[in-house]
């Protein structure tokens, strides 16, 4: 596929200051990320990629971590040295203390060499970071009214801390410079749907209660918390995955369609869905949620240790596993559930979007044609990216008239040639230094996500109810298989 418009067209020269630079974000996606994205098309001659972290490094030093960072997750960069060359040539590193005054000077003189830049401050570092970062880049003078501040998740650990982190990052960038990102976003399959949604006749009359039945959004990964215990024992599953990918992957497939596709009015629109998510907390939390914590199992035909082995501790409650029942109040959606689903060491790595479309109204076939099933529209994030339509048809052949569901099947590798899509950072990092905030929410987005998820996490705090133990390699817990058979139907890999 020739790469996305978005990711190939031109950007300005730019200074682009990864806080955190040295972090695992850093190494595992960030430069990755723009390794790519200069190879696929050179950045500007002039542009820099400044990391800043505590640690005294040099510019070499500093270099050599991004070359290995960039060789172990890119698999043929190690083949092509003169673009790593060429890469690595832009990287220089600046040690700064983020909450002393340490470093800040000499970052000032090596923004101050390339005054004409754009200047993209990048924060991947704990959100508690983000306010002494913004208080010491005003008070260094670093930010012009055309610099832009991304900041990495989780944006705060409830409603009330997102809104201090937006207030303190408010008081030095206005809202138009602030790019609160969520890389889902920038994943290829997930802008499709707006693509499929709107760049189609077919779909969008079908898109509502009267022909959909229910749908179901599953990301499930194989993979355990590993080295980021400590992050994730105080997060879990629904503050790390539902506050913001599945929510925004809801917001995507159920919202309104907006007037045009630019930043504001398709915020607007994600907000409106946001707004009229079912409240959910202690009168029904029990009944609309549940969460799993995996022990030890087999993944891949491998054993596995099991959550609180790899955190090294004897016990923790945080959810590794979350299922939720959710509905919205509005026109379009009233009655309609959408199935969430998520977690870790699952049975395998899927992200995918489910509609379920109703029964036809009235069959003319007698039972001898067999069961006439439901159509599907499965949208797969990951992996082998793309959509499969299933539909009924005539089996083939002479007799009676059979019917059976086949799939009509779209991948996005074989069908643009097996090339591959830029990467969501790519894209997303792009964006950010161009300005372009289509792909970032809103800080009322944030807001507001966090209005549904906190009264689920206060309901679950309030039980005695314990996340319920999973083996690694399965579905997750059997409470959530019965969350959705109680109303009659089945997750997607369990159907026939
Ligand atoms: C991150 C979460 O935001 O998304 C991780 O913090 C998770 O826990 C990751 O593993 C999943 O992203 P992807 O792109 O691999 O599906």
């Known amino acids: ?129 983000f306010a002494p970062l913004s208080r010491h880049l005003r008070q260094f003078d670093l930010v012009r009214p055309d610099s832009h501040v991304v900041l990495e998740k989780p944006l705060g650990k ?22 609160r990102i969520d890389h889902y976003l920038g994943k290829e399959t997930v802008q499709n749907l707006m693509a499929l949604r709107f760049a189609n006749r077919m779909f969008e009359p079908l898109w509502n209660s009267t022909h959909i039945d229910h749908i179901q959004i599953t990301v499930a990964e194989d993979l355990g918390v590993g080295e980021r215990g400590g992050y994730y024992d105080t997060a879990g599953a629904l503050r790390d995955m539902v506050q913001n990918h599945i929510l925004q992957l809801l917001c995507l497939v159920a919202m309104e369609p907006p007037d045009a596709f630019e930043a504001d009015a398709v915020r607007d629109e994600k907000l409106k869905v946001l707004k009229a998510l079912k409240r959910i907390d202690e009168c029904n939390v029990e009944h609309l949620t549940v969460r799993g914590q995996y022990r030890s199992g087999a ?6 240790p099991g959550y609180l082995d790899e ?15 959710a509905e919205l109040a509005n026109w379009r959606w009233a009655g309609v559930p959408f ?6 060491r699952l049975a395998g790595r899927t992200s995918e979007i489910v509609i379920h479309f109703r029964p036809i109204s009235h069959s003319i076939f007698d039972a001898s044609a067999g069961r006439i099933s439901q159509n599907r529209l499965v949208i797969r994030l990951q992996p082998n990216e ?3 339509l299933e539909i009924m048809i005539k089996n083939p052949g002479p007799g009676q008239m059979h019917l059976q569901r086949i799939p009509l099947d779209m991948s996005f590798a074989e069908a643009y040639g097996g ?32 209005r549904w998820i906190d009264p689920i996490l206060t309901a679950w705090e309030a039980t005695t109810q314990r996340a319920h133990a999973y083996a690694a390699g399965t579905w997750g817990p059997s409470g959530a298989i019965a969350l959705i058979e109680r109303d009659g139907r089945t997750w997607h890999e369990d159907a026939e």
Not at 103 to 115: H, T
Not at 299 to 304: D, E, K, L
Not at 339 to 344: F, Q, S, V
Not at 429 to 445: K, P, S, W, Y
């Open 339 to 344: 199935y969430l689903r998520t977690g870790k």
């Open 1 to 129: 596929m020739s790469s996305s418009t978005s990711s190939a067209s031109t950007v300005p020269p730019f200074d682009l200051v990864v806080f955190g630079g040295t972090g695992d974000l850093a190494a595992r996606k960030l430069f990755p990320a723009l390794f790519r994205r200069c190879r696929r098309t050179p950045l500007p001659a002039s542009a820099r990629i400044i990391g800043v972290s505590r640690r005294a490094l040099s510019r070499e030093a500093y270099q050599a971590v991004v070359r290995e960072a960039i060789c172990a997750h890119v698999k043929d960069a190690a083949a092509d040295p003169a673009s790593l060359a060429e890469f690595l040539d832009r990287v220089s590193y600046c040690a700064v203390d983020a909450t002393g005054e340490g470093g800040w000077s000499a970052l000032a003189v090596l923004l101050g060499e390339a005054p004409e830049h754009l200047r993209t401050f990048y924060f991947a570092v704990s959100p508690d970071l």
């Open 158 to 179: 409830d409603g009330e801390s997102a809104r201090a982190v937006n207030a303190a990052v408010g008081e030095v960038f206005n809202e138009s410079q602030i790019f």
């Open 386 to 388: 793309g959509m499969t």
């Open 299 to 304: 993944s891949a035909g491998q054993p596995v």
């Open 419 to 450: 090339a591959n899509s830029p990467d969501a950072y790519e894209r997303l990092l792009m964006d950010a230094i161009r300005g372009n905030q289509t792909l970032f929410m809103r800080h009322d987005e944030v807001a507001t996500a966090w």
């Open 311 to 325: 955190l090294g501790a004897g016990e923790s409650n945080t959810e590794t596993f979350v299922a939720i029942k």
